[in-house]
C-alpha cells in the first residue's frame, strides 16, 4: 500500500541516498586513517631506536587492521600492513624474522587477488622472498628465489623494466654475472636504479663486485652521456611513443628498489 502511494519509493531513495552517503563518510575516514598510519611507520624507518621504532609500527598495524573489507581504502592498508611487517621483520631475527616476512607476503598475495596489476605488491612481494631467503637453509632458500623471479616476472609486465635491479640481485645470488650484468645495465636505461651506495652495500650484489666489469659499471653510472648516446636515446623515444608506460616511478629505499606511492 506504501508503494502504491509513492511513500515507499520515496522512503527507499532517501535510504540510498544515506548509504551513499555512509559510504563515503568510510572511504574518507579509511584513507584518513592509511595516512596515519603511515607516518607512523615513516617515523619507525627513520627511528634508531629500535625499540620504538617496533612499538610505532606495532600501532600502525593496529590502525591497518581496523580497516573493514568493504571499505575503499582497505587495499591500500593492506598493501603498507604487509609494508609495516616487512620492516618489522628486518628489527627481528631467527624464526621471528622469517614469520613476519611470511606474513607480509600474504598480505601482498591478497593485494594481488584484488588488484592483479598491484605493481608495490609484486615488487616487494618478492623483496620479501628474497630477503626471506637469506634466512633460510639452501632448499627452502632456492625455493623462494624462485618465487621472487615469479612476483618480479609480474612486476616487470605490469611496468616493463621496473624490476630490472631485482633480476640483477636474483642473478648475482646465483652467479650469472653476465645475466647481472645486463640486468643491471637495464635498470639504468630504465631509470630504476639505486644509489651507487645502496648498491656497493647490498649483500646480494657481494660477489658480483669481485667482477671484473662492476667497478667500470659503478663508474658508468655518473658518466656523462655522449652526444651518439643523447641521439639514439631520442630515436627510441620516437619509436616507443605509442607505448604507454605508468607514472609510477621507483627510488632506492636502501634495500633494493620501492615503489613510490602517493597519498591521494
Not at 3 to 32: E, H, P
Not at 129 to 150: C, I, P
Not at 184 to 209: F, T, V, W
Request: contains cysteine; glycine residues 6%.
Amino acid at each position: 500500500m506504501l508503494d502504491m502511494l509513492g511513500v515507499g519509493g520515496s522512503y527507499n531513495n532517501k535510504i540510498q541516498v544515506l548509504r551513499k552517503k555512509m559510504g563515503l563518510f568510510g572511504s574518507i575516514a579509511g584513507k584518513s586513517k592509511v595516512k596515519a598510519a603511515n607516518k607512523k611507520v615513516q617515523k619507525a624507518r627513520v627511528n634508531d631506536d629500535v625499540a620504538q621504532a617496533e612499538k610505532l609500527l606495532a600501532e600502525a598495524m593496529v590502525i591497518y587492521e581496523s580497516i573493514p573489507s568493504g571499505n575503499s581504502a582497505f587495499n591500500d592498508a593492506l598493501y603498507n600492513w604487509g609494508m609495516a611487517l616487512l620492516y618489522s621483520a628486518r628489527l627481528k631475527q631467527n624464526a621471528e624474522s622469517v614469520a613476519l616476512y611470511q606474513e607480509a607476503g600474504k598480505k601482498f598475495s591478497y593485494c594481488l587477488v584484488a588488484k592483479p596489476d598491484y605493481l608495490g605488491a609484486a615488487l616487494d612481494w618478492g623483496v620479501a622472498l628474497m630477503e626471506l631467503a637469506s634466512l633460510q637453509n639452501a632448499t627452502d632458500k632456492e625455493t623462494n628465489y624462485v618465487l621472487a623471479k615469479e612476483k618480479f616476472t609480474i612486476a616487470d609486465n605490469i611496468q616493463e623494466g621496473v624490476a630490472s635491479y631485482n633480476f640483477a640481485c636474483l642473478h648475482a645470488v646465483h652467479n650469472e654475472f653476465d645475466a647481472c650484468k645486463k640486468a643491471l645495465e637495464r635498470a639504468l636505461d630504465y631509470g630504476n636504479l639505486p644509489d651507487k651506495e645502496d648498491i656497493l652495500s647490498d649483500a646480494d650484489m657481494s660477489i658480483a663486485k669481485t667482477q671484473p666489469w662492476f667497478n667500470d659499471f659503478i663508474v658508468s653510472i655518473d658518466a656523462p652521456e655522449s652526444e651518439e648516446d643523447s641521439e639514439q636515446d631520442k630515436k627510441s623515444e620516437k619509436k616507443s611513443k605509442k607505448i604507454v608506460y605508468s607514472n609510477t616511478t621507483v627510488r632506492t629505499d636502501g634495500y633494493k628498489v620501492e615503489y613510490d606511492k602517493k597519498e591521494k
